[in-house]
């Protein structure tokens, strides 16, 4: 707060009026009583000028004299350092931005202190700033604190921070799990990054099942004392796979979330829902949401029979309720999309199998496996794109795929397409109708063969068989035909570069 201060200057002036004596003054005294002898000199009155005094104006720029090392504390506590920047131009008044920071790694309750009182305090925190600011006084304040002549930094409750890369996924892997289940995780941590890890519980015997869920056997949040477990953390339905991301925090336990801020729509079209929402303990964060209630369509028909042996039917969403029957049964692949930011998107759908809803395409997506049924009815409420988002299997077709996936490319550039061999063997489609031309591989798995088939999978089809030993030789390799099928059998991952031609 800039406090102006307005002088007020007043002046007194002592004016001598010189009287002249009219015309018509004659003096009144006799002669004879007129005073004789030499005239009686006064001294001389000497009126001094009246002065005020001295009015002494504080400096319109002592706000830019302040400083802030007669404040610091001379030995700071052991481990910890006090820090200061200036942070207001040149010429202004002088604001400093004051750090207490721990310098042996621990995170502490952190107050920084203007004489008594706190100006700014964090929990479980390295470290703490605090802004002050030069007066016209020449002293500083901060918040509501005036005329600080000292600060502190205090740490209490402190602790030894673990690093986010001090994470063991094998410390909290399942053990024991009956035969025909398999928990694997994958390593995806960036380079210099805290520890990420994807996870997965899978059938290893072909099976699907009506469930796959991952669950944790302990949470804690601070918010609404949530505590306890088990915690469902990633599911799906009618399938053989469910995956999971999860990353370590500095506390060295992983955690698995939803960032904030997103503001592009959920669909559920069950009767009732459950949203579980948790803050990270801060007590000043809030949640808002709305809810529209919105009827479903009487949405014409599209049935589709699929039959084993055909190339999958790939469909961009449309005003139909597209009803896809198998025999018996039929499975469901989802596309990714063009650009992964637009993922959102496939949650504006709704997955039935007879008259249950049992998932949306985003669902589908993230498990990365077929969804399988008897019949399976799909609705994408006005969803509106130029390329296709699902399709559609017999589902002995897709027996023994444990990741089979859609993908997209962009309009232009190249095109990287995951084959996520990780698990088993795993297939990856184009619909295009156009040439793509194989450019490289990011890591070509030692453990693995793909091969390359157009238009549908078959002996007679297969026009490439590339293992990490040969495929130099033969690309880049033309792949014609309006769906393309890129098969990795064995283990492992990789990034294949396509360009469309």
Request: net charge negative.
């Amino acid at each position: 707060m800039f406090l102006l201060l307005l002088p007020s200057f007043f002046s007194f002036t002592h004016s001598c009026v010189r009287t002249i004596p009219p015309d018509d003054y004659y003096p009144t005294v006799p002669p004879t009583q007129m005073p004789t002898g030499p005239p009686i000199t006064n001294p001389p009155v000497t009126v001094a000028p009246v002065t005020n005094s001295p009015v002494t104006n504080t400096p319109e720029d002592q706000c830019t004299a302040c400083d802030i090392n007669p404040l610091l504390p001379v030995n700071p506590p052991a481990g910890s350092r006090i820090d200061t920047t200036e942070i207001a131009a040149a010429g202004e008044c002088k604001q400093t931005r004051v750090d207490c920071t721990r310098t042996d790694g621990q995170t502490c309750d952190i107050a920084i202190r203007g004489g008594t009182t706190v100006l700014q305090s964090v929990t479980n925190m390295e470290t703490v700033s605090a802004t002050l600011t030069c007066e016209m006084n020449g002293m500083y304040s901060s918040g509501t604190a005036n005329g600080i002549t000292t600060l502190t930094c205090e740490f209490t409750n402190c602790v030894t921070a673990v690093p986010c890369t001090a994470c063991d996924i094998n410390a909290i892997s399942p053990n024991g799990l009956p035969a025909g289940q398999m928990f694997s995780s994958v390593d995806t941590t960036p380079a210099g990054g805290c520890t990420t890890t994807e996870v997965s519980c899978r059938r290893t015997d072909d099976q699907y099942c009506t469930g796959v869920s991952i669950t944790t056997s302990y949470l804690q949040a601070t918010f609404d004392d949530i505590t306890g477990g088990p915690y469902e953390i990633a599911s799906t339905l009618n399938a053989g796979l469910v995956m999971v991301g999860i990353g370590c925090e500095d506390d060295g336990n992983y955690s698995v979330r939803i960032v904030n801020g997103d503001n592009n729509p959920f669909i559920f079209v069950n009767p009732g829902f459950k949203i579980n929402l948790q803050t990270d303990g801060a007590t000043d964060h809030v949640f808002a949401f709305k809810i529209t209630w919105t009827p479903i369509p009487n949405a014409p028909q599209n049935i589709i029979d699929v039959a084993r042996g055909n190339p999958p039917v790939a469909l961009q969403p449309n005003q139909n309720l597209t009803i896809f029957r198998g025999n018996p049964m039929v499975s469901l692949m989802a596309f990714t999309l063009p650009d992964p930011s637009q993922a959102y998107l496939l949650r504006q759908s709704a997955i039935y199998s007879g008259d249950t809803f049992i998932g949306t395409l985003d669902q589908v997506l993230t498990s990365m496996t077929p969804l399988t049924a008897n019949k399976i009815s799909i609705y994408t409420f006005g969803l509106s794109v130029d390329y296709p988002l699902y399709m559609a299997s017999d589902y002995e077709d897709t027996r023994g795929i444990m990741v089979y996936e859609g993908a997209n490319c962009p309009v232009t550039g190249d095109c990287s397409i995951l084959l996520q061999g990780s698990w088993g063997n795993a297939m990856t489609v184009t619909d295009y109708n156009g040439t793509e031309v194989i450019r490289g591989f990011d890591g070509f798995p030692g453990t693995a063969v793909i091969n390359v088939y157009e238009n549908q999978v078959s002996e007679s089809t297969r026009i490439a068989t590339l293992t990490s030993d040969n495929y130099f030789q033969q690309i880049p390799l033309e792949v014609k035909g309006v769906m393309k099928f890129y098969e990795l059998n064995g283990h492992g991952l990789c990034n294949m570069t396509v360009t469309r031609l």
